[in-house]
């Protein structure tokens, strides 16, 4: 932690200790630990004064890494401030800006032996990471603002902590632990949307919208602590009232909403609740809308879950491959789409509907104009699948590849995966020839 970091939070800790009579034992001992940091950052033999190896840096805050862990990515960052990106918002790797299949984040242990080691070597500890440390006052204050929620409280008291709980859980990652604690907590939390006066669909609309938009996006980030995802997931209220959420909240919400869903949907067991609960095809309408804010975080979501087989046919059945191609031929979010469609084209109602739609030229133009070798794979890996599912397709390709090249060119120049499927159509040319030739 950086010495800036760690005065602010020696400031606030020493407030906490003189302003109250009932501080605990815990931030007393939390502050000494952060005089013992500051002192050894004076120290002449502290570990600032040593050359640190490049692998050992934080991308992030470029300091020695003290918890080392992998993004979705494989790169590896300083626990604290990748969850600090990633609470942000950001659903992107910072070092690579590819867009992240799940938030999940797994120690990084190799690299933290060596770590340890060099600083043995050097006759030091690894420093240890000042963590939030929840307090008596931090559960006082989450009761009362879900006091503040209950229906007898009025809008204005409840639009009021809805706020606060909404930037409370985004700026103190420890306060997301406390739901977990109590069965009590999330039906407190959502006892604004969940009143008798909004059980339906139609009558949710008359929520508030500001209350609302706070409420979903609590929930958003309450659900980046890895012990709520399945805790959330599993509360069929939760994703029942997300879905509601995509139904009648304004566009920021139903995009926190989405990102809420992508979110939860880390977990594999997360990923069958969600598929089984409906939620695909609002998703999907999202995407289909084409608003800005939302179809990064709706695509995100429909990759998420379709890594599961069962949401596939769900997610084809809803009419992803139309609304996908149509993005697609906008140039809009290539790369994402190119990655679901990838994935649905193992589903053989979805490489029937796309040969209706016109994708084999649509695939095969993208293959020749675009620099993403992402989109150029994916755009391979789903022509391989069509070709060999669908004969009348494999002429079509054929007489592409005969005026373009465009395969040949592939199989030399692109990536490894591409290449094999690019040999792999080519080579079924082969055969459909020598066959025809014989015949």
Same mark, same amino acid.
């Given at each position: 932690?950086?010495?800036?970091?760690?005065?602010?939070?020696?400031?606030?800790l020493v407030?906490?200790?003189?302003?109250?009579?009932?501080?605990?034992?815990? $931030?007393?001992?939390?502050?000494?630990?952060?005089?013992?940091?500051l002192?050894?950052?004076?120290?002449? *033999?502290? =570990?600032?004064?040593?050359?640190?190896?490049?692998?050992?840096?934080?991308?992030?805050?470029?300091? =020695?890494?003290?918890d080392?862990?992998?993004?979705?990515?494989?790169q590896?960052?300083?626990?604290?401030?990748?969850?600090?990106? +990633?609470?942000?918002?950001?659903?992107?790797?910072?070092? #690579?800006?590819? /867009?992240?299949?799940?938030?999940?984040?797994?120690? *990084?242990?190799? /690299?933290?032996?060596?770590?340890l080691?060099?600083?043995?070597?050097?006759?030091?500890?690894?420093?240890?990471?000042? *963590?939030?440390?929840?307090?008596?006052?931090?559960?006082?204050?989450?009761?009362?603002?879900?006091?503040?929620?209950?229906?007898?409280?009025?809008?204005?008291?409840?639009?009021?902590?809805?706020?606060?709980?909404?930037?409370? #859980?985004?700026?103190?990652?420890?306060?997301?632990?406390?739901?977990?604690?109590?069965?009590?907590?999330?039906? %407190?939390?959502?006892?604004?949307?969940?009143?008798?006066a909004?059980?339906? $669909?139609?009558?949710s /609309?008359?929520?508030?919208?500001?209350?609302?938009?706070? +409420?979903?996006?609590?929930?958003?980030?309450?659900?980046i602590?890895?012990?709520?995802?399945?805790?959330?997931?599993?509360?069929?209220?939760v994703?029942?009232? =997300?879905?509601? $959420?995509?139904?009648s909240?304004?566009?920021?919400?139903?995009?926190n909403?989405a990102?809420?869903?992508?979110?939860?949907?880390a977990?594999?067991?997360n990923?069958?609740?969600?598929?089984?609960?409906?939620?695909?095809?609002?998703?999907?309408?999202?995407?289909?809308?084409?608003?800005?804010?939302?179809?990064?975080?709706?695509?995100?979501?429909?990759? *998420?879950?379709?890594?599961?087989?069962?949401?596939?046919?769900?997610?084809?059945?809803?009419?992803? /491959?139309?609304?996908?191609?149509?993005?697609?031929?906008?140039?809009?979010l290539?790369?994402?789409l190119?990655?679901?469609?990838?994935?649905?084209?193992?589903?053989?109602? !979805?490489?029937?509907?796309?040969?209706?739609?016109?994708?084999?030229?649509?695939?095969?133009?993208?293959?020749?104009?675009?620099?993403?070798?992402?989109?150029?794979?994916?755009?391979?890996a789903?022509?391989?699948?069509?070709?060999?599912?669908?004969? #009348?397709?494999?002429?079509?390709?054929?007489?592409?590849?005969?005026?373009?090249?465009?395969l040949?060119?592939?199989? %030399?120049?692109?990536?490894?995966?591409?290449?094999?499927?690019?040999?792999?159509?080519?080579?079924?040319?082969?055969?459909?020839?020598?066959? #025809?030739?014989? !015949?």
């Open positions: 932690m950086a010495k800036r970091e760690l005065k602010e939070k020696l400031r606030e407030k906490a200790i003189v302003d109250s009579d009932d501080y605990t034992v815990k $931030a007393a001992d939390e502050a000494m630990a952060i005089l013992s940091a002192k050894d950052l004076k120290s002449p *033999n502290s =570990l600032d004064d040593f050359s640190l190896p490049p692998e050992f840096r934080c991308p992030i805050s470029t300091q =020695l890494m003290t080392p862990v992998i993004l979705s990515t494989g590896t960052y300083d626990r604290p401030f990748i969850e600090r990106w +990633l609470n942000e918002g950001h659903r992107t790797c910072p070092q #690579t800006q590819q /867009v992240l299949s799940h938030s999940i984040l797994t120690p *990084n242990h190799l /690299v933290r032996d060596m770590i080691q060099w600083c043995r070597d050097r006759g030091h500890d690894l420093p240890n990471p000042v *963590n939030q440390v929840v307090t008596n006052a931090d559960r006082s204050h989450l009761n009362s603002l879900l006091h503040k929620l209950s229906l007898s409280s009025s809008l204005s008291d409840q639009k009021e902590a809805a706020k606060e709980l909404r930037l409370l #859980t985004k700026r103190m990652p420890s306060i997301r632990t406390l739901f977990a604690e109590s069965t009590d907590v999330i039906p %407190q939390l959502l006892s604004p949307l969940s009143s008798p909004s059980a339906s $669909a139609s009558a /609309v008359s929520v508030d919208p500001d209350l609302h938009e706070d +409420l979903i996006t609590t929930v958003l980030n309450l659900s602590h890895d012990d709520n995802k399945k805790l959330f997931a599993e509360d069929p209220a994703i029942s009232l =997300l879905i509601d $959420a995509f139904k909240g304004t566009i920021q919400t139903r995009t909403a990102a809420a869903i992508f979110t939860l949907s977990l594999d067991s990923k069958h609740i969600i598929g089984k609960s409906g939620a695909i095809k609002h998703l999907l309408q999202l995407l289909d809308e084409g608003h800005p804010l939302a179809m990064k975080d709706a695509a995100s979501a429909i990759f *998420n879950l379709c890594l599961v087989h069962e949401n596939k046919g769900r997610t084809v059945r809803d009419g992803a /491959v139309r609304v996908i191609l149509n993005k697609i031929m906008d140039h809009i290539v790369d994402e190119l990655a679901i469609l990838a994935l649905l084209s193992s589903h053989p109602k !979805a490489i029937e509907e796309m040969g209706d739609l016109g994708a084999v030229p649509l695939l095969l133009g993208f293959i020749r104009e675009s620099t993403s070798e992402r989109s150029k794979e994916n755009c391979v789903i022509l391989y699948t069509i070709c060999f599912s669908d004969r #009348t397709k494999l002429k079509e390709i054929r007489e592409e590849e005969k005026t373009n090249g465009t040949s060119q592939l199989a %030399q120049c692109g990536t490894s995966r591409a290449k094999r499927k690019a040999n792999g159509i080519l080579e079924r040319f082969n055969r459909s020839h020598s066959l #025809t030739h014989t !015949a």
